[in-house]
Protein backbone atom coordinates (compact mmCIF):
# COMPACT_ATOMS: atom_id res chain seq x y z
CA UNK A 1 0.00 0.00 0.00
CA UNK A 2 1.61 3.35 -1.06
CA UNK A 3 2.08 6.00 2.21
CA UNK A 4 -0.63 8.62 1.49
CA UNK A 5 0.27 12.26 0.73
CA UNK A 6 -1.13 14.59 3.05
CA UNK A 7 -3.90 15.61 0.50
CA UNK A 8 -3.78 16.42 -3.50
CA UNK A 9 -4.84 19.92 -2.66
CA UNK A 10 -2.45 20.25 0.13
CA UNK A 11 -0.63 23.75 -0.07
CA UNK A 12 -4.13 25.36 -1.55
CA UNK A 13 -5.34 28.31 0.52
CA UNK A 14 -9.46 28.26 0.54
CA UNK A 15 -10.90 31.63 2.37
CA UNK A 16 -14.41 30.91 2.58
CA UNK A 17 -17.40 34.07 3.42
CA UNK A 18 -20.00 31.08 3.72
CA UNK A 19 -23.11 30.68 5.90
CA UNK A 20 -25.80 28.13 6.37
CA UNK A 21 -25.22 25.28 3.77
CA UNK A 22 -24.25 25.90 -0.11
CA UNK A 23 -20.50 27.71 0.24
CA UNK A 24 -19.61 25.63 3.66
CA UNK A 25 -20.28 22.34 2.06
CA UNK A 26 -17.94 23.47 -1.23
CA UNK A 27 -15.06 24.36 1.08
CA UNK A 28 -15.47 21.59 3.37
CA UNK A 29 -14.98 19.15 0.21
CA UNK A 30 -11.81 21.29 -0.41
CA UNK A 31 -10.46 20.74 2.83
CA UNK A 32 -11.23 17.29 2.46
CA UNK A 33 -8.84 17.04 -0.45
CA UNK A 34 -6.18 18.72 1.63
CA UNK A 35 -6.67 22.21 1.15
CA UNK A 36 -6.25 24.98 4.53
CA UNK A 37 -9.65 26.69 4.85
CA UNK A 38 -9.88 29.66 6.66
CA UNK A 39 -14.08 30.34 7.62
CA UNK A 40 -14.63 33.95 8.24
CA UNK A 41 -17.76 34.15 10.50
CA UNK A 42 -19.79 37.33 11.55
CA UNK A 43 -19.57 37.91 14.98
CA UNK A 44 -22.46 35.41 16.14
CA UNK A 45 -21.22 32.82 13.82
CA UNK A 46 -22.57 31.36 10.49
CA UNK A 47 -25.65 30.81 11.33
CA UNK A 48 -26.04 27.15 11.64
CA UNK A 49 -24.20 27.50 14.48
CA UNK A 50 -27.55 28.51 16.36
CA UNK A 51 -30.05 25.60 14.57
CA UNK A 52 -31.22 23.52 16.96
CA UNK A 53 -27.92 24.33 18.97
CA UNK A 54 -26.90 21.86 21.98
CA UNK A 55 -24.44 23.81 23.24
CA UNK A 56 -23.21 27.84 23.04
CA UNK A 57 -22.66 28.39 19.10
CA UNK A 58 -21.70 24.91 18.14
CA UNK A 59 -24.59 22.60 16.22
CA UNK A 60 -25.07 19.17 15.09
CA UNK A 61 -25.57 20.87 11.35
CA UNK A 62 -22.35 23.44 11.99
CA UNK A 63 -20.12 20.56 12.90
CA UNK A 64 -21.11 18.29 9.87
CA UNK A 65 -20.68 21.47 7.34
CA UNK A 66 -17.17 23.07 8.24
CA UNK A 67 -15.29 20.08 10.00
CA UNK A 68 -11.38 20.87 8.94
CA UNK A 69 -11.30 24.34 9.46
CA UNK A 70 -10.08 27.26 11.29
CA UNK A 71 -12.70 30.02 11.94
CA UNK A 72 -11.58 33.77 11.43
CA UNK A 73 -14.70 36.56 13.08
CA UNK A 74 -14.38 39.36 11.23
CA UNK A 75 -17.44 42.12 11.31
CA UNK A 76 -17.70 42.93 8.31
CA UNK A 77 -20.38 45.97 8.46
CA UNK A 78 -17.29 47.39 9.65
CA UNK A 79 -15.06 48.98 7.05
CA UNK A 80 -11.83 48.14 9.17
CA UNK A 81 -12.87 44.40 8.84
CA UNK A 82 -13.80 44.67 5.08
CA UNK A 83 -9.46 46.17 4.45
CA UNK A 84 -8.56 43.04 6.78
CA UNK A 85 -10.73 40.83 4.36
CA UNK A 86 -9.26 42.12 1.45
CA UNK A 87 -5.69 42.11 3.21
CA UNK A 88 -6.01 38.13 3.82
CA UNK A 89 -7.10 37.72 0.17
CA UNK A 90 -3.65 38.02 -1.33
CA UNK A 91 -2.51 34.57 0.47
CA UNK A 92 -5.40 32.66 -0.61
CA UNK A 93 -5.82 30.52 -3.67
CA UNK A 94 -9.59 30.39 -3.42
CA UNK A 95 -12.31 32.69 -2.60
CA UNK A 96 -15.74 30.66 -1.90
CA UNK A 97 -18.75 33.09 -1.08
CA UNK A 98 -22.72 32.44 -1.08
CA UNK A 99 -24.54 35.64 -0.10
CA UNK A 100 -27.41 37.65 -1.42
CA UNK A 101 -27.49 39.04 -4.77
CA UNK A 102 -25.04 42.20 -4.49
CA UNK A 103 -23.57 41.99 -1.22
CA UNK A 104 -19.93 41.24 -2.17
CA UNK A 105 -20.26 44.25 -4.16
CA UNK A 106 -21.98 46.49 -1.52
CA UNK A 107 -18.91 44.73 0.71
CA UNK A 108 -16.02 45.19 -1.90
CA UNK A 109 -15.57 41.46 -1.71
CA UNK A 110 -16.39 40.49 -5.09
CA UNK A 111 -14.60 38.90 -7.97
CA UNK A 112 -13.18 42.09 -10.24
CA UNK A 113 -12.65 43.91 -6.61
CA UNK A 114 -10.21 41.33 -5.06
CA UNK A 115 -8.63 40.07 -8.10
CA UNK A 116 -7.20 43.13 -8.36
CA UNK A 117 -5.04 42.22 -5.38
CA UNK A 118 -4.66 38.60 -6.50
CA UNK A 119 -4.49 38.56 -10.75
CA UNK A 120 -4.87 34.59 -10.25
CA UNK A 121 -7.32 34.34 -7.61
CA UNK A 122 -9.68 31.51 -8.11
CA UNK A 123 -13.42 32.82 -6.92
CA UNK A 124 -16.39 30.52 -6.27
CA UNK A 125 -19.94 32.46 -6.01
CA UNK A 126 -22.61 30.26 -5.06
CA UNK A 127 -26.16 31.96 -5.65
CA UNK A 128 -30.03 30.69 -6.31
CA UNK A 129 -30.46 31.62 -9.95
CA UNK A 130 -27.26 32.36 -11.43
CA UNK A 131 -25.44 36.11 -12.03
CA UNK A 132 -27.24 36.90 -15.06
CA UNK A 133 -31.40 37.09 -16.08
CA UNK A 134 -34.27 38.42 -15.15
CA UNK A 135 -34.21 36.46 -12.17
CA UNK A 136 -30.37 36.98 -11.43
CA UNK A 137 -31.40 39.15 -8.50
CA UNK A 138 -33.98 37.33 -6.67
CA UNK A 139 -33.67 35.91 -3.63
CA UNK A 140 -34.23 31.99 -3.41
CA UNK A 141 -32.82 29.28 -0.84
CA UNK A 142 -33.34 25.67 -1.17
CA UNK A 143 -37.43 25.16 -1.31
CA UNK A 144 -37.42 28.07 -3.92
CA UNK A 145 -35.60 26.32 -6.01
CA UNK A 146 -37.09 23.27 -5.73
CA UNK A 147 -40.50 24.54 -6.64
CA UNK A 148 -39.03 26.75 -9.69
CA UNK A 149 -36.99 23.44 -11.22
CA UNK A 150 -39.61 21.26 -10.71
CA UNK A 151 -38.07 19.30 -8.31
CA UNK A 152 -41.05 19.53 -5.99
CA UNK A 153 -43.67 18.42 -8.55
CA UNK A 154 -41.46 15.53 -10.07
CA UNK A 155 -41.97 14.25 -6.76
CA UNK A 156 -45.56 14.84 -6.94
CA UNK A 157 -45.75 14.88 -2.94
CA UNK A 158 -48.99 17.01 -1.65
CA UNK A 159 -50.41 17.65 1.90
CA UNK A 160 -53.89 17.03 3.08
CA UNK A 161 -54.86 20.40 1.90
CA UNK A 162 -53.40 20.03 -1.78
CA UNK A 163 -50.54 22.02 -0.74
CA UNK A 164 -46.99 21.03 -2.18
CA UNK A 165 -44.10 19.08 -0.32
CA UNK A 166 -40.46 19.69 -0.92
CA UNK A 167 -38.91 16.90 -1.76
CA UNK A 168 -36.96 15.98 0.76
CA UNK A 169 -35.52 17.30 4.23
CA UNK A 170 -32.18 17.41 3.35
CA UNK A 171 -31.46 20.53 1.21
CA UNK A 172 -30.66 18.81 -2.02
CA UNK A 173 -29.66 22.40 -4.57
CA UNK A 174 -27.46 23.44 -1.98
CA UNK A 175 -25.06 20.25 -1.31
CA UNK A 176 -24.92 19.54 -5.02
CA UNK A 177 -24.02 23.59 -5.86
CA UNK A 178 -21.21 22.78 -2.71
CA UNK A 179 -20.22 19.80 -5.09
CA UNK A 180 -20.46 21.58 -8.07
CA UNK A 181 -17.99 24.55 -6.64
CA UNK A 182 -15.64 22.32 -5.35
CA UNK A 183 -15.52 20.26 -8.84
CA UNK A 184 -14.62 23.68 -10.74
CA UNK A 185 -12.41 24.80 -7.91
CA UNK A 186 -10.33 21.29 -9.29
CA UNK A 187 -10.94 22.45 -12.27
CA UNK A 188 -9.49 26.03 -12.17
CA UNK A 189 -6.71 24.98 -10.33
CA UNK A 190 -6.06 22.52 -12.81
CA UNK A 191 -5.95 25.26 -15.12
CA UNK A 192 -3.89 27.68 -13.21
CA UNK A 193 -1.40 25.41 -12.90
CA UNK A 194 -0.86 25.24 -17.15
CA UNK A 195 -1.78 29.14 -17.80
CA UNK A 196 -1.29 31.06 -14.19
CA UNK A 197 -4.57 32.73 -14.80
CA UNK A 198 -6.93 32.52 -12.14
CA UNK A 199 -11.35 32.58 -12.73
CA UNK A 200 -14.39 33.16 -11.60
CA UNK A 201 -16.61 30.34 -10.88
CA UNK A 202 -20.56 30.34 -10.81
CA UNK A 203 -22.29 27.85 -9.41
CA UNK A 204 -26.16 28.25 -8.57
CA UNK A 205 -28.55 26.22 -7.00
CA UNK A 206 -30.79 26.44 -10.07
CA UNK A 207 -28.13 24.72 -11.83
CA UNK A 208 -27.66 21.76 -9.49
CA UNK A 209 -31.56 21.35 -9.65
CA UNK A 210 -32.30 21.52 -13.15
CA UNK A 211 -29.66 18.36 -13.40
CA UNK A 212 -30.72 16.53 -11.32
CA UNK A 213 -34.04 16.73 -13.74
CA UNK A 214 -32.23 16.89 -17.06
CA UNK A 215 -34.36 14.08 -18.36
CA UNK A 216 -37.62 15.74 -17.97
CA UNK A 217 -36.07 19.29 -18.77
CA UNK A 218 -34.53 18.75 -21.92
CA UNK A 219 -35.94 18.39 -24.78
CA UNK A 220 -35.90 15.70 -27.36
CA UNK A 221 -38.43 16.56 -29.97
CA UNK A 222 -38.24 12.55 -32.01
CA UNK A 223 -39.37 11.58 -27.99
CA UNK A 224 -41.33 14.51 -26.69
CA UNK A 225 -43.94 14.48 -29.42
CA UNK A 226 -45.06 11.33 -28.32
CA UNK A 227 -44.80 12.27 -24.28
CA UNK A 228 -44.32 15.41 -22.51
CA UNK A 229 -45.55 17.45 -26.01
CA UNK A 230 -49.10 15.65 -25.17
CA UNK A 231 -49.01 16.02 -21.37
CA UNK A 232 -48.06 19.47 -21.64
CA UNK A 233 -50.89 20.46 -23.39
CA UNK A 234 -53.17 18.63 -20.91
CA UNK A 235 -51.75 20.59 -18.49
CA UNK A 236 -52.40 23.74 -19.76
CA UNK A 237 -55.98 23.01 -20.51
CA UNK A 238 -56.48 21.97 -16.64
CA UNK A 239 -54.89 25.34 -15.89
CA UNK A 240 -57.30 26.90 -18.51
CA UNK A 241 -60.60 24.99 -16.68
CA UNK A 242 -59.41 25.98 -13.26
CA UNK A 243 -57.51 23.27 -12.42
CA UNK A 244 -56.01 22.88 -9.53
CA UNK A 245 -52.19 21.50 -7.92
CA UNK A 246 -53.80 18.17 -7.36
CA UNK A 247 -54.98 18.13 -11.01
CA UNK A 248 -52.08 19.07 -12.78
CA UNK A 249 -50.10 16.66 -10.84
CA UNK A 250 -52.30 13.82 -11.59
CA UNK A 251 -52.30 14.75 -15.53
CA UNK A 252 -48.46 14.71 -15.25
CA UNK A 253 -48.10 11.65 -13.10
CA UNK A 254 -50.33 9.60 -15.69
CA UNK A 255 -47.70 10.37 -18.58
CA UNK A 256 -45.00 9.46 -16.55
CA UNK A 257 -46.93 6.21 -14.88
CA UNK A 258 -47.85 5.27 -18.54
CA UNK A 259 -43.90 5.65 -19.84
CA UNK A 260 -42.66 3.42 -17.05
CA UNK A 261 -45.53 1.55 -15.50
CA UNK A 262 -44.10 -2.21 -16.23
CA UNK A 263 -40.76 -1.08 -14.95
CA UNK A 264 -41.67 0.47 -11.79
CA UNK A 265 -42.94 -2.45 -10.89
CA UNK A 266 -39.28 -3.43 -10.39
CA UNK A 267 -38.13 -0.31 -9.50
CA UNK A 268 -39.84 0.91 -6.53
CA UNK A 269 -40.24 0.16 -2.71
CA UNK A 270 -42.75 -2.12 -0.79
CA UNK A 271 -43.97 -2.38 2.54
CA UNK A 272 -42.71 -5.38 4.62
CA UNK A 273 -43.27 -7.06 7.69
CA UNK A 274 -40.93 -4.86 9.63
CA UNK A 275 -40.18 -2.06 7.31
CA UNK A 276 -39.62 -1.23 3.74
CA UNK A 277 -37.67 -3.17 0.61
CA UNK A 278 -37.16 -1.01 -2.15
CA UNK A 279 -36.02 -3.24 -5.84
CA UNK A 280 -33.78 -1.16 -7.86
CA UNK A 281 -34.09 -2.91 -11.87
CA UNK A 282 -32.31 -1.46 -14.58
CA UNK A 283 -32.82 -4.44 -16.49
CA UNK A 284 -34.92 -7.29 -17.87
CA UNK A 285 -32.57 -9.29 -16.24
CA UNK A 286 -32.71 -8.07 -13.20
CA UNK A 287 -36.50 -8.14 -13.05
CA UNK A 288 -36.56 -11.71 -13.84
CA UNK A 289 -33.85 -11.93 -10.89
CA UNK A 290 -36.38 -10.43 -8.74
CA UNK A 291 -39.08 -12.35 -10.05
CA UNK A 292 -37.13 -15.63 -9.03
CA UNK A 293 -36.77 -14.14 -5.65
CA UNK A 294 -40.22 -13.46 -4.97
CA UNK A 295 -41.60 -16.67 -6.63
CA UNK A 296 -43.46 -15.28 -9.12
CA UNK A 297 -43.43 -17.23 -12.69
CA UNK A 298 -45.79 -16.10 -14.57
CA UNK A 299 -46.24 -12.32 -14.85
CA UNK A 300 -47.52 -11.22 -18.09
CA UNK A 301 -45.34 -8.09 -18.38
CA UNK A 302 -42.31 -9.92 -19.01
CA UNK A 303 -43.38 -10.56 -22.42
CA UNK A 304 -41.27 -8.98 -24.61
CA UNK A 305 -44.51 -8.25 -26.56
CA UNK A 306 -46.23 -6.89 -23.89
CA UNK A 307 -47.29 -2.97 -24.83
CA UNK A 308 -47.27 -0.98 -21.08
CA UNK A 309 -48.67 2.06 -22.95
CA UNK A 310 -52.10 0.79 -24.09
CA UNK A 311 -54.98 1.51 -21.72
CA UNK A 312 -56.23 -1.63 -21.77
CA UNK A 313 -53.20 -3.39 -20.17
CA UNK A 314 -53.20 -0.89 -16.96
CA UNK A 315 -55.40 -3.08 -15.24
CA UNK A 316 -52.92 -6.17 -15.70
CA UNK A 317 -49.85 -4.27 -14.53
CA UNK A 318 -52.05 -2.81 -11.22
CA UNK A 319 -52.59 -6.42 -10.68
CA UNK A 320 -48.96 -7.46 -10.77
CA UNK A 321 -48.21 -4.68 -8.50
CA UNK A 322 -50.77 -5.70 -6.39
CA UNK A 323 -49.34 -9.57 -6.03
CA UNK A 324 -45.74 -7.95 -5.40
CA UNK A 325 -47.22 -5.97 -2.70
CA UNK A 326 -49.27 -9.19 -1.15
CA UNK A 327 -45.70 -11.37 -1.53
CA UNK A 328 -43.39 -9.09 0.26
CA UNK A 329 -45.69 -8.41 3.46
CA UNK A 330 -44.48 -12.16 4.15
CA UNK A 331 -41.25 -11.80 5.05
CA UNK A 332 -39.39 -9.20 7.16
CA UNK A 333 -36.04 -7.09 5.86
CA UNK A 334 -33.76 -9.46 6.47
CA UNK A 335 -35.26 -11.88 5.43
CA UNK A 336 -35.86 -10.51 2.04
CA UNK A 337 -32.19 -9.36 1.33
CA UNK A 338 -30.99 -12.66 1.88
CA UNK A 339 -33.62 -13.85 -1.31
CA UNK A 340 -32.90 -11.06 -3.03
CA UNK A 341 -29.21 -10.91 -2.55
CA UNK A 342 -28.93 -14.48 -3.70
CA UNK A 343 -30.58 -13.93 -6.81
CA UNK A 344 -28.28 -11.63 -7.87
CA UNK A 345 -31.02 -8.75 -7.31
CA UNK A 346 -30.68 -4.52 -6.59
CA UNK A 347 -32.34 -3.91 -3.71
CA UNK A 348 -31.89 -2.59 -0.61
CA UNK A 349 -33.41 -2.28 3.12
CA UNK A 350 -34.95 1.27 3.30
CA UNK A 351 -32.79 2.42 6.44
CA UNK A 352 -33.15 5.52 8.52
CA UNK A 353 -30.31 7.87 7.47
CA UNK A 354 -29.61 8.07 11.80
CA UNK A 355 -28.34 4.24 11.28
CA UNK A 356 -25.61 4.67 8.72
CA UNK A 357 -23.39 5.55 11.49
CA UNK A 358 -23.26 1.57 12.44
CA UNK A 359 -23.34 0.40 9.21
CA UNK A 360 -20.99 -2.19 8.11
CA UNK A 361 -19.89 -1.00 4.65
CA UNK A 362 -19.81 2.36 5.66
CA UNK A 363 -17.20 1.17 8.13
CA UNK A 364 -15.69 -0.67 5.34
CA UNK A 365 -14.94 2.30 3.08
CA UNK A 366 -13.65 4.24 6.01
CA UNK A 367 -16.39 7.03 5.33
CA UNK A 368 -17.03 7.58 9.05
CA UNK A 369 -14.13 9.62 10.88
CA UNK A 370 -14.27 9.37 14.59
CA UNK A 371 -13.06 13.03 15.85
CA UNK A 372 -13.07 14.96 19.19
CA UNK A 373 -14.69 18.33 19.16
CA UNK A 374 -11.76 20.49 21.61
CA UNK A 375 -15.85 21.91 23.60
CA UNK A 376 -18.41 19.37 23.09
CA UNK A 377 -16.35 15.89 22.82
CA UNK A 378 -16.48 12.88 20.32
CA UNK A 379 -18.35 12.54 17.32
CA UNK A 380 -18.41 10.48 14.35
CA UNK A 381 -18.62 12.31 10.83
CA UNK A 382 -19.54 11.00 7.24
CA UNK A 383 -15.81 11.47 5.25
CA UNK A 384 -15.06 12.74 2.32
CA UNK A 385 -16.85 12.04 -1.47
CA UNK A 386 -13.99 10.15 -2.38
CA UNK A 387 -10.97 8.04 -1.70
CA UNK A 388 -7.61 8.62 -3.46
CA UNK A 389 -4.66 5.65 -3.79
CA UNK A 390 -2.15 7.83 -3.53
CA UNK A 391 -3.39 11.03 -1.35
CA UNK A 392 -5.36 11.26 2.11
CA UNK A 393 -8.95 12.57 2.06
CA UNK A 394 -11.26 13.58 4.61
CA UNK A 395 -10.12 16.68 6.80
CA UNK A 396 -9.60 14.73 10.19
CA UNK A 397 -9.85 17.74 12.34
CA UNK A 398 -13.09 18.95 13.96
CA UNK A 399 -15.44 22.12 13.09
CA UNK A 400 -13.83 24.92 14.66
CA UNK A 401 -15.08 26.73 17.97
CA UNK A 402 -16.05 30.25 16.87
CA UNK A 403 -13.50 32.63 16.24
CA UNK A 404 -10.78 30.32 17.35
CA UNK A 405 -8.52 30.75 15.43
CA UNK A 406 -8.47 34.86 14.39
CA UNK A 407 -5.08 35.79 16.11
CA UNK A 408 -3.45 33.19 14.91
CA UNK A 409 -4.55 33.46 11.22
CA UNK A 410 -4.17 37.89 11.27
CA UNK A 411 -0.72 37.18 12.61
CA UNK A 412 -0.18 34.98 10.03
CA UNK A 413 -0.55 37.45 7.11
CA UNK A 414 1.06 40.14 8.88
CA UNK A 415 -1.07 42.42 11.32
CA UNK A 416 0.39 43.88 14.22
CA UNK A 417 -1.00 43.16 17.56
CA UNK A 418 -2.63 46.26 17.97
CA UNK A 419 -4.81 45.99 14.47
CA UNK A 420 -5.82 42.68 15.54
CA UNK A 421 -7.29 43.90 19.32
CA UNK A 422 -8.90 46.85 17.28
CA UNK A 423 -10.81 44.30 14.92
CA UNK A 424 -11.48 41.65 17.99
CA UNK A 425 -12.74 44.82 19.65
CA UNK A 426 -14.70 45.89 17.00
CA UNK A 427 -16.31 42.17 16.59
CA UNK A 428 -17.25 42.68 20.36
CA UNK A 429 -18.85 45.63 20.04
Not at 229 to 240: S, T
Request: proline share 5%.
Amino acid sequence: MTELDAGALAGVRVLEVGTHIVGPYCAQNLADLGAEVVKIEAPGGDATRRLAGFAPNESKLFHTLNRGKRSVVLDLRQEAAREALRRLTPGFDVFVINARPGVPQRLGIDYETLRGLREDLIYVEHTSYGTRGPDAQKPGGDVVIQAYTGLMAAESKIDEFGAPQRMSSTVLSDYAGGIAGAMGVCAALFRRERTGRGQYISAPLVAAAASFLSYYVSRLPAVDAVTSGPMLERVRAVREAGGGYREILETRGLQVLTQNAAGLLYTNGYPVRDGAIVLGAVSAENRDQIRAALGIEDDPTADPDFNALDPDNWPVIEQVRERIRSVMRERTMDEWMEALDAAGAPASRVNLPEELADEPQLEALGLLLDLEHELTGPERMVGALVEMSESATGARRAAPPLGRDTVEVLTEAGFSATEIEALTQAARA
